[in-house]
């Protein structure tokens, strides 16, 4: 680790920006908000959200009330456990083969962390969507393992967009938020460098990417 600091060290006396991290990223425009303000004009009358299913029981984490316009038959909610607001049991890595162009919009929050090859589930998501139709995921850059054995997976930005655009969605905005701090111990980070360490290689909590599926 000696090198390291080093190494660390004479990147900030030589204010070598963007080699080794990207600049620290403040988020001008919440992803969430931009696939809402994309849907204010559209006509979206089928959505499907995954992991939907109550972690605590009693409350409710799906986004439904979001869409209003939306009748409650044609909001599908989906989890690969059955349970309260579960409407359909379904792998997001093998969705019916009916679903082929069915859905106006897709929501996943805090799902493609736990899916075992998300690259498959992104080309399901493509699948299932409609032309023009939108997609919303978000997911976590930085975060305790949770959901064991069943957490696979941390994302940068580039990673998800990455993976979206190989399955042939177009991604207009992808990006971090609610910028966290790492505390390693001390043989790892010296307590003299951490402010300096975090400042220099940025840690986020969530992730997240929206886009939408070609037309023609």
Request: with cysteine.
């Amino acid at each position: 680790m000696s090198g390291f600091f080093h190494q660390f060290g004479q990147r900030k006396a030589k204010n070598e920006g963007g080699h080794l991290t990207p600049e620290p990223y403040e988020p001008q425009v919440r992803v969430e908000d931009v696939f809402y303000q994309r849907l204010v004009d559209a006509d979206r009358q089928r959505v499907l959200e995954v992991g939907t299913l109550q972690a605590v029981p009693g409350r409710s984490t799906h986004s439904m009330s979001l869409f209003p316009s939306v009748q409650p038959k044609n909001y599908v909610r989906l989890d690969i456990i059955d349970g309260p607001d579960v409407d359909v049991v379904g792998d997001l890595h093998k969705l019916p083969n009916d679903w082929n162009n069915r859905f106006d919009c897709f929501v996943a929050h805090a799902v493609f962390e736990h899916l075992e090859r998300p690259w498959i589930a992104a080309k399901e998501v493509a699948r299932v969507l409609a032309p023009g139709g939108r997609f919303l995921v978000k997911t976590h850059q930085c975060f305790p393992i949770h959901g064991y054995p069943s957490d696979f997976f941390r994302f940068s930005d580039a990673a998800l967009r990455l993976i979206f655009e190989d399955a042939g969605l177009v991604v207009d905005a992808c990006g971090y938020d609610y910028r966290c701090m790492i505390i390693p111990p001390k043989e790892i980070v010296p307590e003299a460098h951490l402010s300096g360490w975090n400042k220099e290689f940025p840690s986020y909590i969530h992730v997240g990417a929206t886009g939408y599926k070609p037309i023609g």
